[in-house]
Nanobody, 121 residues
Framework: QVQLVESGGGLVQPGGSLRLSCAASGRIFSIYDMGWYRQAPGKERELVGVVRSGGNPSYVDSVKDRFTISRDNAKNTVDLQMNSLRPEDTAVYYC???????????????WGQGTQVTVSS
């Protein structure tokens, strides 16, 4: 079994900062992509950013220059530093990982439980 456990999130005023963390554990052979999605009420889930294995982070345009993803391959963790937060960033944030549990099993996508981020004065 593989688990992704998120921490962080909460309520912050516009212009403030929050940091989300996500740790993958369990039987993991190799992780390819790690990143974050978010889903606001009444909207579809949106990819916020991703770090692909051996690659640089990429972000949705709306968070560029405000959010930063950092990944620690040795610890199987991915963090999302969110600065200059706006009310429109309010959503449930989900971390995800695309990984293989063994050398021969296919790649699968695993999700964290989600954490609420609310930006409001």
């Amino acid at each position: 079994q593989v688990q992704l456990v998120e921490s962080g999130g909460g309520l912050v005023q516009p212009g403030g900062s929050l940091r989300l963390s996500c740790a993958a554990s369990g039987r993991i052979f190799s992780i390819y992509d790690m990143g974050w999605y978010r889903q606001a009420p009444g909207k579809e889930r949106e990819l916020v950013g991703v770090v692909r294995s051996g690659g640089n982070p990429s972000y949705v345009d709306s968070v560029k220059d405000r959010f930063t993803i950092s990944r620690d391959n040795a610890k199987n963790t991915v963090d999302l530093q969110m600065n200059s937060l706006r009310p429109e960033d309010t959503a449930v944030y989900y971390c995800y990982a695309i990984l293989k549990q063994t050398q021969t099993t296919p790649m699968s996508t695993y999700w964290g439980q989600g954490t609420q981020v609310t930006v409001s004065s």
